[in-house]
């Protein structure tokens, strides 16, 4: 069964710190790029940043450039996401997802397989 698992979000403080992961299994995760999304209550679901099979690149939105960083290990089929210097506008569900093999990294259209998100609050 395919399957994506997001665990470690939870609340904390303006400028502080939290690490995500996505445990995943191994058809999903196997030779896939991935990426996290993000979605705040009344607002589109967004891209926040994204890493290619080998780890080789990654990308991220503006507002999270120099603050997260995605990472993989994938002798444990598991996607990271560290956030530092954490802001109120941070604040979100976080999603991971798996990619398909067509379209570019930001777009939901290019993800296939998603997990069921893990709540992220950054109190100011």
């Known amino acids: 069964q395919v399957q994506l698992v997001e665990s470690g979000g939870g609340l904390v403080q303006a400028g502080g710190s939290l690490r995500l992961s996505c445990a995943a299994s191994g058809r999903t995760f196997s030779g896939r790029g991935m990426g996290w999304f993000r979605q705040a209550p009344g607002k589109e679901r967004e891209f926040v940043t994204a890493?290619?099979?080998?780890?080789?690149?990654?990308y991220y939105r503006d507002s999270v450039k120099g603050r997260f960083t995605i990472s993989r290990d994938n002798a444990k089929n598991t996607l990271y996401l560290q956030m530092n210097t954490l802001k109120p506008e941070d604040t979100a569900v976080y999603y991971c997802?798996?990619?398909?093999?067509?379209?570019?990294?930001?777009?939901?259209?290019?993800?296939?397989?998603w997990g069921q998100g893990t709540q992220v609050t950054v109190s100011s």
């Open positions: 890493i290619t099979w080998i780890g080789g690149s990654t």
């Open positions: 997802a798996a990619r398909t093999g067509r379209g570019n990294n930001w777009s939901r259209d290019s993800y296939e397989y």
